[in-house]
């Protein structure tokens, strides 16, 4: 094998029946960075969505102070923090606690938001999120960075300030990208990239790789060296007939997401309506990572000799807490050993 690769569990937050609550929801979240903690993964990811039964976490930095009380190891990422529906003034303040709360393992994660229904709802329409998020990253890691900060810009007009308690050591940035040029963009810059291709082919997963390894090759030769996670819907399953159920749940899942994402954003009172999806049940089989082991090591050793270096796994599609802290178990055991240059621990 040319190359190794690092395994991260996607805290997927999905509520498909409301009435299960969010104690219980956040309870299996922490329970499941428990276990990545315990069987080698390198890390956790926590989304950020609103108003929605999917991705939801409405502050990923609270629920990442809790995961680091509750873990040694894992790396503890957002995956993403939503820039422009948030002052940055108080934001670098939050960050740079919850740094400090999470004893160092906090990589910031953070993007223009990905859903028109929420963006809205709060305030930042999608169509201009793209500029706000850029301005807000500016500012953010201006007040990161140097003790007096003001500013003159089209979203923030600020006096010098300075936030406090002041960083005690550099903050990660990780970027979530999804086009080609800002994955190249991001990379050239020296950041570490965060992408998928959602629900799409293999090609466009390499097609957003090799704009990554473009970047990186300059920033390398200016010095700066950057990381790749890939997002990607991963199960895996008991057999041929569990595969197929963990299928059927993606699919209804994607009903929810697609609606969101790129459909009309229909909701009922905080519930996504599934609605149709073009996607067949089968090409979307062959987009995600649903299989047996022996299948998978072949399919994501292919993502090793691409060159990422980490791999953030989605795999919570409405299956119980118990199917998914036995899948991690699994894939650690019968996986990771293959592709993985973590050593895996076993659950105690």
């Known amino acids: 094998m040319s190359g190794t690769m690092d395994f991260n569990h996607f805290l997927s937050s999905y509520l498909p029946d409301p009435s299960y609550g969010g104690r219980r929801l956040y309870h299996d979240m922490v329970e499941q960075a428990v276990w990545a903690d315990r069987l080698g993964y390198r890390g956790v990811s926590i989304p950020e969505h609103h108003l929605i039964n999917i991705l939801l976490v409405p502050s990923p930095l609270q629920l990442a102070v809790k995961v680091a009380a ?29 740094s400090a709360l999470c004893d160092g393992r906090l990589i910031l994660g953070v993007g223009r938001g990905a859903f028109a229904y929420e963006l809205a709802r709060l305030g930042t329409p999608i169509e201009t999120s793209k500029r706000k998020f850029e301005e807000s990253l500016a500012v953010l890691e201006a007040l990161l960075t140097r003790e007096e900060v003001s500013w003159d810009g089209e979203y923030y007009r600020f006096d010098p300030i300075t936030v406090m308690p002041r960083p005690e050591e550099p903050i990660p940035l990780m970027l979530a990208v999804m086009t080609i040029p800002g994955i190249e963009e991001c990379a050239r810059r020296g950041y570490m990239v965060q992408t998928t291709p959602l629900q799409a082919s293999h090609a466009v997963l390499l ?25 990607r819907g991963v199960y895996l399953a008991r057999d041929a007939a569990d595969a197929r159920r963990k299928l059927a749940l993606a699919y209804t899942y994607y009903e929810r997401f697609d609606n969101v994402f790129t459909g009309p954003g ?52 409405g299956q119980t807490q118990g199917e998914t802290l036995e899948m991690m178990e699994r894939f650690s055991q019968d996986v990771m050993p293959h592709l993985s240059s973590v050593r895996t621990k076993s659950v105690a």
């Open 70 to 98: 509750a873990t040694r190891y894992v790396e503890i990422m957002t995956a993403i923090a939503v820039l422009p529906i948030r002052d940055m003034r108080v934001f670098a303040g939050e960050v740079v606690q919850a």
């Open 207 to 231: 097609d957003q790789v090799n704009a990554f390894k473009r970047g990186r090759a300059d920033a390398e030769a200016a010095g700066r060296r950057s990381r790749l996670s890939l997002q």
């Open 266 to 317: 229909i909701v009922d009172s905080g519930a996504i309506r599934p609605l149709p999806r073009n996607q067949s049940i089968e090409d979307l089989s062959r987009s995600l990572i649903i299989c047996e082991a022996a299948e998978m090591i072949d399919r994501l050793a292919a993502y090793a000799e691409a060159g990422i270096d980490e791999v953030i796994l989605s795999s919570n599609f």
